[in-house]
């Protein structure tokens, strides 16, 4: 056996020799399938505190010229990178979207690598395929609530598809705005459509200036990047009601109005349903109305808060969400299932038509692959994860979720009402609230109108924004920080926490020990010394 | 205890108790752990045949109303779901990109499902961003070979990216398109760009027609999705040396030249380093002189054959790659990583300000958040398996993989080319390559070249589509199949059989079993009668 064939055969072992019981990563698994938080506690313990430093672990352009043995990679990732991760799993980690996982998902994740299904086409995928289908259809089925002849109609049509999976929230909503693009600026007369003769040429065909997006300032960054990706320019997105956290229907129509009269026409209204930075929940039923009048499609932006549809507490929110053209939603947000699993879903199952593209190797004419209408290629079966989930927990579990997730944030929001050095400034529609720490000696000069309250707040801004890191840093617990403008002050933007209660495991006792760190942080802070001096001197001046 | 109370405790023991260690979902993972291939073949049996069978296991649109234990739904996943999955670890599997992976794959796929990051910001993902950046920055390092002191300056800077992770080689296109796209039509004068003023402006302030695009008729199909979506209308991809399947730099620079004299501009030259039907790959390095002399923008879509970049062997075979502005690579393809690990490289560290987006409660400016110029948003951390792959695989395995699946392409190539019955169609440049079944006195008078050959080839096309659907349903192989235009029938297109041997486990002993089952099921065709009766009468009527 020459050298080469030595290497070579050496090297297939990784495809064929299955990893030893003891080795470190089957150590690794096995303590992630006993106790997974103890797994996290043990070994993600932050052991650089700065970015930079945990940088210096991972500077080397090089690639690697050797084989390596995977215990010995194994060790290398416990100790670099786990040991510098984030705990999302911890009751205490409030700042963002990403939380614990049912137990299930780490064996199914096993299970996705071991088949390797690539969805975007029959052959990679088989029963995938009719699975995603499936899924498609019964989210579909939890917003738009047709009937049985409709789903068996429509379910696994070749010329249908109730939605698309996509990799997450910002890719559903560049798929439903792209087939709203392309369903706008359609073929007519010598047109053939902006999907073949492109934008410029739509305009000239619709004699149009330009399209417009409307959305409450509150819309997610991704609608940004999507009218920049679409060509429409970002100047073209309308922000109306700005001075609120939601949209005023009459607004939109008064705007949509003006705008078309400029001779431009509109794409779509937005409407969201759990706004990313405080869970603000559109007029989506009076929305409808108004996209009907002005003729534009409808969508809505339910990333978060579509999961909500499972609660019968709570889904009168969203009120008018079956009307949408197309709705977002992200699994792997309050359904609990890993990071990658956002969906488009289309009221006409007709509507994906007008993205609808073809190959010679696959996607073919009266297939049934779904790379046929989706905007990734290959991509995993991720579906499985939601089909799983929602067999194991069900409507009436998700439901149970919601609902406790709620109920959590507005006793949360009850506590900081209730604690004289915080303010509550955006209350929980859904699981998401916004507050500072704010003094209740600072609360009284600024509420007493007599001063200026922007300098107080620019120093309340650099205390929030320093007791948040610090926070951070401890490694204890975890909320995040926006900016945001409110009513009381206009013209201004204060900084605020942002806490999204998404994790069940979160006890009110965990929320009570996160504002009491941040007490005792914020009493350790120069910060608040400069503050209270400010204040003094802001007294001095203009008593 | 209140009845939700207990409903609620029952709940969150699926994020609390562990998998029992006799559970059926455990012992799905023991089996997949200890014997991934007998896992799969015991398994994936294809227990019905028919895609609509299927389906009728996956036909509900209603959602389970209650919860399911996990090891009912585990018995449920294998019954109906993973019995009708493709075995794409199988080395006879030779039809697609997908093949089997490493084993140390599946621990990791736990371990990523285990920590949940979410790599759109480092508040989500703390280490996994600098080791998406060092991923980056290796591939960047294997395309580009750039100096230390380059890599030192910019793989962890916040104003610079050397390229960003997507889901796959779709997304990954259309990121190095948009980039190039708001890059050429950028801010000048009163244009704000493309970016905020949209495409009508920009062709306005530019004083263009339309933007092309420049590929073989090769490109991937993703082509088109991406000029559809960019605003650039499908009719501006320019398909250059439509009688071969790479590109000719004179022909792309004469058709550049006579589209620019129209009043039209170039967006960009996109070559392919590994044809997805073919493995083909364009002459690089030419078209980057043609690309400087047009002034446009060089793509290289090496999705597929990126990862020969490994092998001293067949690098310079993508002699060139080094000048493009922007190059598309798939981990999950030739670098044996699961699904989902796509990426795009610039050659420009500043090429992705011109997609940077901002929002207040992430991605704020001068942050290192990766989601600032991704087209994603929240995205899991699959830069960790392409991580872990180059380091236990290290150059040198990567370099063997890709030699010794060339040189297996190369034997079968060969063994078709002995074979009396079989015609090769396309000879493999990479590890890709075509052929058909052909009978050799079908053959004989294909090349007398006295006879019409349409009719001769298109039944030939459909006997090759039988041939191909039986073996795929008799599933014990699978190679696909494709239409393509070739020099020997001009005017015409012929099915073909297509087959890439990915799987390092694939033997030249599959790869006459392959052939020998094709012969054996054409013999069996109805249709073989049909075409050697077509024969005798073309020869009849023409003789």
């Known amino acids: 056996m020459s050298n080469a064939e030595a290497s070579l055969e050496h090297l297939f072992r990784v495809f064929t020799m299955p990893e030893h019981k003891d080795s ?78 049912p137990y299930f998902h780490l064996s199914l994740a096993k299970l996705l690598v071991g088949l390797n299904q690539n969805l975007v086409k029959i052959e990679t995928s088989k029963a995938f395929t009719p699975l995603e289908r499936q899924v498609l259809g019964m989210m579909h089925n939890l917003v738009y609530e047709q009937s049985d002849t409709f789903y068996a109609n429509h379910l696994h049509s070749a010329v249908h598809s109730l939605g698309a999976f996509c990799s997450g929230g910002t890719l559903a909503n560049v798929t439903a705005l792209w087939v709203a693009r392309n369903t706008k600026l359609a073929a007519r007369g010598d047109f053939k459509g902006v999907s073949k003769e492109g934008l410029v040429a739509a305009y000239k065909a619709y004699n149009i200036n330009n399209l417009g997006l409307i959305c409450s300032k509150r819309g997610h960054y991704s609608l940004g990047k999507t009218v920049d990706l679409l060509g429409i320019g970002r100047t073209n997105i309308l922000h109306a009601s700005v001075d609120s956290h939601t949209l005023d229907p009459k607004e939109v129509l008064a705007l949509g109005k003006a705008y078309q009269a400029q001779g431009n026409d509109l794409l779509a209204i937005v409407g969201v349903a759990g706004t990313t930075e405080t869970g603000h929940i559109d007029p989506l039923d009076e ?68 993205v609808r593209h073809h190959a010679q190797y696959i996607l073919r004419k009266g297939s049934k692959d779904l790379g046929s209408t989706t905007l990734e290629g290959s991509r995993n079966g991720m579906a499985m994860m939601v089909y799983s989930s929602l067999h194991v927990l069900g409507k009436s579990g998700y439901q149970l979720l919601i609902d406790q997730s709620i109920q959590k944030a507005k006793l949360f929001a009850e506590m900081i009402n209730r604690h004289p050095d915080f303010e509550l400034i955006t209350e929980p529609t859904l699981s998401l609230l916004t507050y500072r720490y704010c003094p209740a000696r600072v609360q009284t000069v600024l509420q007493s109108g007599e001063y200026d309250t922007h300098v107080i707040n620019e120093n309340l801004d650099s205390l929030i924004k320093a007791i948040q890191k610090q926070q951070r840093e401890a490694g204890k617990s975890f909320v995040s920080r926006t900016r945001l403008g409110i009513n009381a002050y206009p013209n201004e933007c204060i900084t605020v926490f942002r806490v999204v209660i998404a994790n069940p495991l979160t006890t009110v006792a965990h929320l009570n020990d996160i504002l009491e760190e941040q007490v005792k942080i914020a009493s350790k802070v120069p910060l608040l010394n400069t503050l209270m001096t400010c204040i003094e001197s802001v007294d001095h001046v203009t008593a």
Request: charged content about 20%; proline content about 5%; aromatic content about 8%.
């Open 24 to 101: 470190t990563l089957s150590q690794i698994e096995q303590h992630l399938s006993d106790n997974l938080s103890d797994f996290l506690s043990r070994h993600v313990v932050a052991k650089r505190t700065s970015l930079e430093e945990i940088e210096q672990d991972f500077n080397d352009p090089h690639l690697p010229s050797q084989p390596e043995f995977v215990s010995t990679h194994a060790e290398h990732l416990l100790e670099k990178l786990v040991t510098n991760s984030v705990n999302t799993y911890a009751p205490t980690f409030i700042g963002h979207m990403t939380s614990a996982l």
């Open 287 to 354: 929305l409808a109305d108004v996209a009907q009048e002005l003729g534009c499609w409808f969508h809505v932006d339910a990333a978060w808060g579509g999961a909500t549809l499972f609660s019968d507490t709570y889904k009168p929110l969203l009120k008018g969400i079956e009307r949408a053209d197309s709705v977002t939603l992200d699994a792997h947000k309050q359904m609990y299932v890993p990071m990658g699993a956002g969906m488009t879903l289309f009221k006409d199952p007709a509507a994906s038509t007008a």
